[in-house]
């Protein structure tokens, strides 16, 4: 699979950059070792949580 990220502000993808330089990584396996540990080490927040009020839908 094919992801293209095409709005990439140029200071997050400069971060991003020194991040793999600094990890010893390519930019597309960092971006891949950051997606992983965002969505395995995140609980899952209810909508209350996220500050939304039960009436909102």
């Known amino acids: 699979m094919t992801i293209?990220?095409?709005d990439l502000e140029p200071e997050?993808?400069?971060?991003l950059q020194n991040q793999a330089l600094d990890h010893g990584r390519s930019l597309?396996?960092?971006i891949k070792v950051i997606l992983a540990k965002e969505l395995t080490n995140q609980p899952i927040k209810t909508p209350e949580q996220l500050g939304w009020?039960?009436?909102f839908f």
Do not use: A, C, F, P
């Not at 997050?12 to 971060?15: A, H, P, T």
């Open 4 to 6: 293209i990220l095409d």
């Open 12 to 15: 997050i993808l400069e971060k």
């Open 28 to 30: 597309t396996e960092e």
């Open 53 to 55: 009020s039960r009436g």
